[in-house]
């Protein structure tokens, strides 16, 4: 079974674009949560998405967004970019809602200049 | 607020010893708690998780404990590798509906001696 794949792998933007990210589940996994991962800060949470509804979310600001179709596949959107924005942003897809047994893509790393 | 830390930053073990990782967690009312390791350039890697009504789960050449009582998780590993090289967060799911996200801890960089 393939794993969770992220697209764009790397990307470059300046402050205040805007910036959308991809990430496909693992086949049949219908729950996609988005993390923020920086060396201060580390893994937090951004927010989940099960069957296409936000299910948790993160103290992260307003800036951030995200969707979930209904093929489970998810897109995450940073709007007005910020240097501190600058981060590997990953996702990760499980069964079941609520962080069980959740499984990584490789993420994306987004640099802000 | 929740917060999940680890004791040790960084760990040296020799290759072919065990290792133990330890996290010390502390919302009394999480869950489920959950191993990944990560490697460079890679996104986190589950390695095994636990339910908050059992004390010790086993996997291929991996244990966790955990002490409900002191708010304690550890991850031991059996007969280490150089692949094992990595570094290693737990993370603490709330139970709590609307709370049901995991947090992690700020994870430790084991590295393997051959």
């Known amino acids: 079974k393939a794993g969770v794949t992220q697209t764009p792998r790397y990307l470059i933007k300046t402050r205040g674009q805007q910036v959308t990210l991809s990430c496909s589940p693992i086949?049949?996994?219908?729950?996609v949560s988005w993390y923020q991962q920086t060396p201060g800060q580390g893994l937090q949470f951004l927010f989940e998405?099960?069957?296409?509804?936000?299910?948790n979310k993160g103290n992260f600001p307003g800036r951030f967004s995200g969707r979930q179709f209904s093929n489970s596949r998810s897109e995450m959107n940073v709007s007005t970019l910020e240097l501190g924005d600058s981060a590997l942003y990953l996702c990760?897809?499980?069964?079941?809602?609520?962080?069980?047994?959740?499984?990584f893509g490789p993420g994306t790393r987004l640099t802000v200049t | 607020g929740e917060s999940v830390g680890l004791h040790l930053p960084t760990l040296s073990v020799q290759e072919g010893d065990n290792s133990i990782i330890n996290c010390a967690y502390s919302?009394?009312?999480?869950?489920?708690f959950i191993w990944y390791k990560q490697e460079s350039g890679k996104g986190p890697q589950f390695i095994i998780d636990?339910?908050?009504?059992?004390d010790k789960r086993q996997g291929q050449r991996v244990t966790v404990l955990l002490n409900k009582t002191v708010k304690h998780l550890s991850l031991q590993i059996a007969a280490t590798q150089p692949g094992d090289s990595a570094v290693y967060f737990c993370?603490?799911?709330?139970?709590?509906?609307?709370?049901?996200?995991?947090?992690f801890g700020t994870g430790t960089r084991l590295t393997i001696i051959p």
């Open positions: 990760a897809s499980s069964l079941a809602s609520g962080g069980y047994e959740q499984y």
């Open positions: 086949s049949g996994h219908r729950s």
């Open positions: 998405y099960f069957s296409e509804t936000q299910r």
């Open positions: 919302n009394s009312a999480s869950d489920y």
């Open positions: 636990i339910r908050s009504n059992m």
């Open positions: 993370a603490e799911k709330g139970e709590n509906f609307g709370n049901e996200k995991l947090t």
